[in-house]
Nanobody
Framework: QVQLVESGGGLVQAGGSLRLSCAAS????????MGWFRQAPGKEREFVAG????????DYADSVKGRFAISRDNAKNTGYLQMNKLLPEDTAVYYC?????????????????????WGQGTQVTVSS
């Protein structure tokens, strides 16, 4: 199993930046894909970004491409989501997740049901 704890959320004005962290413990985090998702009130949980186990391949939703950057430090068992040029529509609870299905794979799934373990989420609120 993997335990995931997100941090770094908060209230920020439009155009500002936040950096989310996802601390992992338990089973080897570094061998698996990590993703970030978000869920706004009344909406489905949606894919934001994903990163391969080595950190050399990334994928982004079109809505955040060019503004957000996903990264990971496997030595620290921690993943990150740097969010720049934030918009009010970025307001949501942000979750990190790990997919333990594909060991050392470069495939980054976008479906929420493909991820096995989730953190508790951190709220990001962007004011206009």
């Amino acid at each position: 199993q993997v335990q995931l704890v997100e941090s770094g959320g908060g209230l920020v004005q439009a155009g500002g930046s936040l950096r989310l962290s996802c601390a992992a413990s338990g089973r080897t985090f570094s061998d698996y894909v990590m993703g970030w998702f978000r869920q706004a009130p009344g909406k489905e949980r949606e894919f934001v970004a994903g990163i391969s186990w080595r950190g050399d391949i990334t994928d982004y939703a079109d809505s955040v491409k060019g503004r957000f950057a996903i990264s990971r430090d496997n030595a620290k068992n921690t993943g990150y989501l740097q969010m720049n040029k934030l918009l009010p529509e970025d307001t949501a609870v942000y979750y990190c997740a790990v997919d333990l299905t594909y060991y050392r794979s470069s495939y980054i799934p976008r479906g929420k049901f493909e991820y096995n373990y989730w953190g508790q989420g951190t709220q990001v609120t962007v004011s206009s």
